[in-house]
C-alpha cells in the first residue's frame, strides 16, 4: 500500500504578538487524537442515551472526520500549522517553531490512513503516529469496554511512512511501563524500535508512554533505548524531552474549547527545562 505525498503549500504568518505568548521554556502545545471515524450520533439527556454513547466510545478516542476537519480548519485561520513531534522539536531547537503544533495519533488505527491522511494533506498538516509494531492488523484488545478497532498492518504502517508522516513506537503490545518488570521494559521499548527500523527502514525518533503512563524507570528505559524524545499526557515533575506533555482532543472539543485549551496549556503543563529544549535524537539509526 503507498499514497503520494501531497505538494506543500506557504504557511500563513504568524503575528508577533501571538508568538510572544509562548516562552522558550514553556511546554509546546502537543494535541492526542486517537481514531479517526463515523460513530453514531446518540442525541438527548436520558440514561438511555447517556449509556449509549458511553458503549460506542467509553474511552473517548473517536473523533469523526468531520469533527477533525473542523478542528484543523481552526487553526489554520489562526496561521497555526500541525506537524509531528520531531519536526515541531527540531524547529523549536532553532528557534522556528511560532505557528507550529504537535499532532500525534496514538494506537496506530487503520483509519488514520482514510479517516485523518485525507483531512491533514487538506490543511497542509503532518502528523506522528505511534504505532504497535507488536501487534500489526490486530486490534484495541487492551479496551476491554469499547468496540474493537483495527490497526494499521505492516503495509498500512509503510504507507503512513511514504505518506510523509513520522512513524513513532507506541510499545510493542501496548503496556503500562509502570509495572512492567525489566525484560518488559528492554522488549517495549528498545525491541519496538529495532522492528520498526526493519519495517520502514528508519529508526524511529519518538516513543509515546501506553496509557500516558510514565516513572522514572520507564523514562531511563525510553532514553536508553535510543529514542530522542518520548510523548505522555501529564508527566508532572519528570516533564522534559523524554516525558512531554500532551492535551487530548475528543469528539467534545469545539473550536470554542480548543481556544481555552491552548490558552491554559501552558498553565497547566510544566515548562520543559532549558538544558532539554534541544533534543538528542538519533533518528537514522539504532544506539
Known sequence: MSVDPAPRRAVAPVPAARRARHGRGAPPWV??????????????????????????????????????????????????RGVGVGELLRARAAGRDAGLVGLTFDDGYADFLTGALPLLRRHDCTAT??????????????????????????????????AGMEVGSHGLLHRDLTTADETALERESAASRRLLAELTGR???????????????????????????????????????????????GAADTCWRLHLKRALHPLRRRALPLEETTPAATPGGIR
Open 129 to 162: 503516529v505511534f504505532v504497535l509494531p507488536g501487534r500489526p492488523g490486530g486490534d484495541n484488545a487492551w479496551d476491554p469496554l469499547g468496540p474493537r478497532k483495527p490497526l494499521l498492518t505492516e503495509a498500512g504502517i509503510r504507507a503512513v511512512a511514504d
Open 31 to 80: 494535541l492526542t487524537y486517537h481514531s479517526v471515524t463515523e460513530v453514531t450520533r446518540v442525541t438527548g439527556p436520558t440514561r438511555a442515551t447517556r449509556a449509549t454513547r458511553a458503549t460506542e466510545d467509553p474511552y473517548r478516542i473517536t473523533v469523526s472526520p468531520d469533527r477533525l476537519d473542523r478542528q484543523l480548519r481552526w487553526l489554520r485561520e489562526r496561521g497555526l
Open 203 to 249: 529508526a524511529p525518533e519518538g516513543f509515546c508512554y501506553p496509557y500516558g503512563a510514565v516513572d522514572v524507570r520507564a523514562v531511563a528505559a525510553v532514553r536508553a533505548a535510543g529514542y530522542g524524545y518520548a510523548c505522555a499526557l501529564d508527566p508532572g515533575p519528570l516533564t522534559g524531552r523524554h516525558a512531554l506533555p500532551r492535551v487530548h482532543i
